[in-house]
């Protein structure tokens, strides 16, 4: 194995809606674009899925959704490489 570095650093925001910091946080990262994945009907049913979705647009952060996370997912689930 070749010599690497990995570096990491995460930060987790825990509170009442926190959901409402989404684009602070990613502008805060220099990021300019987001993959939104998540499960399955329950981020929908909820109305978290477009919340956060809407925070995003309204904070200029371009994003896309992919539901259907799954535990070990497969390749095939973003389409063909």
Known sequence: MK???Y???TEVVFGEQSEEQV???VKKYGGTKV???YG???AVKSGLLD???TLLREGG???VT???VVPNPRLSLVGPV
């Open 3 to 5: 010599d690497f570095n």
């Open 7 to 9: 570096y990491a650093p």
């Open 23 to 25: 684009a602070r946080l």
């Open 35 to 37: 993959l939104v994945h």
């Open 40 to 42: 399955g009907k329950s």
């Open 51 to 53: 919340k956060i979705c």
């Open 61 to 63: 952060v371009e994003y």
């Open 66 to 68: 992919l539901g259907g």
